[in-house]
Nanobody
């Protein structure tokens, strides 16, 4: 079981940048995709997919809503996944979650939270106007 711990959240102003980190524990993550989701205020348990990265290849997949503004990356040696968020907006205010899923050799990425088996505890990001 992969364990994930997010950090880096906080209060920023509109237009600022912020980088979130997700430290993963486990022997190896080959065969895993790592992803970032967020839960917007007032949206209950609904989680919006943002981006995913294939651990072994470093290839990425983004939701259209954040493409060009958010960047996902990973540091293999540090077992850490990052989400760089630029030109932040008040509507980016949310709890941000890191998640992982086994790909079982498949090529397709998934934007469905149901496909991700491990989750971090979340980190709050608040963007003031």
């Amino acid at each position: 079981q992969v364990q994930l711990v997010e950090s880096g959240g906080g209060l920023v102003q509109a237009g600022d940048s912020l980088r979130l980190s997700c430290a993963a524990s486990g022997r190896t993550f080959s065969g895993y995709d790592m992803a970032w989701f967020r839960q917007l205020p007032g949206k209950g348990r609904e989680r919006e997919f943002l981006a995913a990265i294939r651990w072994s290849l470093g290839s990425t997949y983004y939701a259209d809503s954040v493409k060009g503004r958010f960047t996902i990356s990973r540091d293999i040696a540090k077992k850490t996944v990052y989400l760089q968020m630029n030109t932040m907006k008040p509507e980016d205010t949310a709890v941000y979650y890191c998640a992982s899923r086994l790909t079982y050799g498949g090529n397709m990425y998934s934007s469905s939270k149901a496909d991700y088996g491990s989750w971090g505890q979340g980190t709050q990001v608040t963007v003031s106007s």
